[in-house]
T-cell receptor, first 113, second 109 residues
């Protein structure tokens, strides 16, 4: 069974704080993704990575950065959290085919006060 | 750029009635299309994909290139089908997956 693990299920942060969301997958997948999930807006892609140290902007990258130093780990960074970044963040991984299944983590619910 | 549209935010259907969740896409090439589902308190998971031509949990989806649609259908709804459903698209040869806004399906007993 593919497992995608997000380190924090719930976080509460203050405006301006730096936030790290960690994601680890155990299936040696090349591709990893960060989405945010908001009611009525669906899943929106923030960043994805197709290899170690490689990253590509998704549809809403502003205010976020990512890091992929090891194949199994993909981190999402909010340099200075703002209230409009309050959301559910989903990490996912996928093998090397565009027809392949995306495997999701359980999500990290971030509240920025 | 690709786009996925799910016109219904909410859909309520009686148990035993047919279900159809609509999905339309815009993309100039040959995409791969998927349906993902999220049951209450569970993680998002793949329901089915076009390339597999499968029927999963009684659901099917047919790609209509003329209408650029990939509607999800089930002939007889069951209470356990209540969930959030997302349609998604990958462009040919590209790992990026774009999702629609989702449809919350409620099956009325």
């Amino acid at each position: 069974d593919v497992k995608v693990t997000q380190s924090s299920r719930y976080l509460v942060k203050r405006t301006g704080e730096k936030v790290f969301l960690e994601c680890v997958q155990d299936m040696d997948h090349e591709n990893m993704f960060w989405y945010r999930q908001d009611p009525g807006l669906g899943l929106r892609l923030i960043y994805f990575s197709y290899d170690v140290k490689m990253k590509e902007k998704g549809d809403i990258p502003e205010g976020y950065s990512v890091s992929r130093e090891k194949k199994e780990r993909f981190s999402l960074i909010l340099e200075s959290a703002s209230t409009n970044q309050t959301s559910m963040y989903l990490c996912a991984s996928r093998g090397d085919s565009y027809t392949g299944e995306l495997f999701f983590g359980e999500g990290s619910r971030l509240t920025v006060l | 750029a690709q786009r996925v549209t799910q016109p219904e935010k909410l859909l309520s259907v009686f148990k035993g009635a047919p279900v159809e969740l609509k999905c339309n896409y815009s993309y100039s090439g040959s995409p791969e299309l998927f349906w993902y589902v999220q049951y209450s308190r569970q993680r998002l998971q793949l329901l089915l994909r076009h390339i597999s031509r499968e029927s999963i949990k009684g659901f099917t989806a047919d790609l209509n290139k003329g209408e650029t649609s990939f509607h999800l259908k089930k002939p007889f709804a069951q209470e356990e089908d209540s969930a959030m459903y997302y349609c998604a698209l990958s462009p040919f040869g590209n790992e990026k997956l774009t999702f629609g806004t989702g449809t919350r399906l409620t099956i009325i007993p």
